[in-house]
């Protein structure tokens, strides 16, 4: 079992452990989850993206799926090394976790972030990878319409202004618009597009590898231009649905300094809030 110890941020100050079946653990004792939850590099290891990933977990408990993760036995889906150009270190790393994940007979997989997601989904099948995957905004929406997750009983987001970011490998990249915008419009709140979103969405900055190199010199950086759309949107919440875009999101807020008036948080962490999760 993995045991994931919770340290919630804002307006949450209570901490528990939350504890995650692995595929070995569920295997070995002659069980099949429904779900597999990738967890993703960024969710393993980045501070501000493991909130998000207890937080799809408290989900999938709170519902009763039945779910594993694969602990240490997961490594990166090879998509950072695939958009920088190192197509042979994408495949080594493609195939080893292909044939992991056919020996588990895995079915279905979920998980939090887009670049795994679209990774997984797309590139996958051409080296023998065949799995049905959704991205948990997915999830959150199916779970929405089955009447399994409410909005009620939690935090209120009544008189707040919520603008919603499409991630790049999401929305342009796989045509996932509305499941994200249907975990927010179940909210008491006012949803507001910015300029630029959905098909004409913009870019935060960090797809194509650039999550982790310097920016080539320019004018302006993509994160802090994106705040002109938030600014003029008027949003005091930005919901997102990426590690990636929640890093940037989150410094583009630092750089106008409006960490006091701006919070950046994802479709999972609203979620969790709302139903006092």
């Known amino acids: 079992m993995e045991e994931i110890l919770n340290n919630s941020e804002i307006g949450h100050s209570k901490s528990e452990t939350l504890t995650v079946p692995t595929m070995a653990q569920m295997v070995a004792e002659g069980n099949t989850p429904e779900i ?23 989900i999938l408990q709170h519902v009763g799926i039945s779910y594993a993760v694969l602990g240490t036995e997961e490594s990166c889906t090879g998509d950072p090394a695939k958009r920088a150009g190192n197509e042979f270190l994408f495949q080594m790393q493609a195939m080893t976790n292909i044939e992991l994940l056919n020996a588990y007979e895995v079915k279905k997989i979920v998980t939090g972030c887009p670049h795994c997601f679209n990774t997984i989904a797309n590139e996958y099948p051409g080296l023998g990878g065949k799995y049905e995957v959704i991205h948990h905004t997915q999830l959150i929406q199916g ?55 959905k098909s004409n969405g913009l870019c935060c ?27 003029e ?20 807020v630092k750089h106008i300094n ?7 948080l ?5 979620t969790v809030r709302a139903n006092g999760l």
């Open 258 to 264: 409006k960490e006091q008036d701006i919070k950046v």
């Open 205 to 231: 900055g960090a797809g194509g590898a650039q999550m982790f190199k310097e920016p080539e010199p320019g004018k302006k950086d993509i994160n802090a231009e994106r705040m002109t759309d938030v600014l």
């Open 36 to 58: 597999l939850f990738w967890v993703g590099c960024a969710g393993s290891f980045d501070e501000r993206a493991q909130k998000i990933t207890r937080d799809i977990c408290k």
């Open 266 to 270: 994802d479709i999972a962490e609203i």
């Open 143 to 197: 779970l929405i319409n089955e009447g399994k997750l409410k909005a009620e009983g939690g935090e209120s987001f009544k008189g707040r202004r919520i603008t919603f970011h499409d991630p790049c490998y999401l929305g342009r990249g796989n045509g996932v618009y509305e499941a994200p915008r249907a975990a927010l419009e179940i909210l008491d709140t006012e949803l507001v597009e910015m300029k630029r979103c």
């Open 233 to 252: 949107a008027k949003a005091d919440v930005i919901a997102s649905g990426c590690p990636f875009c929640m890093t940037m999101l989150s410094d583009g």
